[in-house]
């Protein structure tokens, strides 16, 4: 199957700081990316959507002046939380089409933000 | 109301036996239906998709899809410590989006 990577898997900063997590489809090309927030023992949640070369759509209640996600080409998605604070600590999961449309999603490894 | 709903478990099987896990849905013009697993501390990783009414073997796993009844499960036949995880659910809703559900957290005893 199609191979996603993200980077970094484990990340901890202090409050106020901002974290960039990469996502890139390694394999494939990604014209749509998605990114996820997990907290403990709960489903994953989607933020937003990051389509290559335009602005991402989020979601309702997600922060896009927070969250920042760049899809600058077809392999590379990037999401910065911007001024961290300790309730943004979760694990953070990318994800990308292996076919447009198909809704058959490839994960990356997913990265665990700790916010101090 | 939950998008997608799943028993939360967990759910504990004996090893060999069979673990059924459920999954209904509330937008009933959803088209493609997913199980993921997901172990602790990983991100999911695809079992199956089903796109069809009936069943859908892969291996020892079964999917089953009733579209009237907005339901879809995943059977694990021959269940083996390995299969000890959290399966999502998940649905293709009309907007391709996928929604999750909370996901069932399986064991399997030895």
């Known amino acids: 199957g199609a191979v996603v990577s993200q980077h970094p898997s484990r990340v901890i900063c202090k409050s106020g700081t901002s974290v960039k997590i990469e996502c890139r489809s390694l394999?494939?090309?990604?014209?749509?990316m998605f990114w996820y927030r997990q907290f403990p023992k709960q489903s994953l949640m989607l933020m937003a959507t990051s389509n290559e070369g335009s602005k991402a759509t989020y979601e309702q209640g997600v922060e896009k002046d927070k969250f920042l996600i760049n899809h600058a080409s077809l392999t590379l998605s990037t999401l910065t939380v911007t001024s961290a604070h300790p309730e943004d600590s979760s694990f953070y999961i990318c994800?990308?089409?292996?076919?447009?449309?198909?809704?058959?999603?490839?994960f990356g490894e997913g990265s665990r933000l700790t916010v101090l | 109301q939950k998008e997608v709903e799943q028993n939360s478990g967990p759910l504990s099987v004996p090893e060999g036996a069979i673990a059924s896990l459920n999954c209904t849905y509330s937008d009933r013009g959803s088209q493609s239906f997913f199980w993921y697993r997901q172990y602790s501390g990983k991100s999911p990783e695809l079992i199956m998709f089903i796109y069809s009414n009936g069943d859908k073997e892969d291996g020892r796993f079964t999917a089953q899809l009733n579209k009237a009844s907005q339901y879809v499960s995943l059977l694990i036949r021959d269940s083996q410590p390995s299969d000890s995880a959290t399966y999502l659910c998940?649905?293709?809703?009309?907007?391709?989006?996928?929604?999750f559900g909370a996901g069932t957290t399986v064991t399997v005893r030895a």
């Open positions: 994800s990308a089409e292996g076919l447009a449309g198909s809704g058959e999603l490839f």
């Open positions: 394999d494939f090309q990604a014209t749509t």
């Open positions: 998940a649905v293709n809703m009309d907007d391709y989006k996928l929604s």
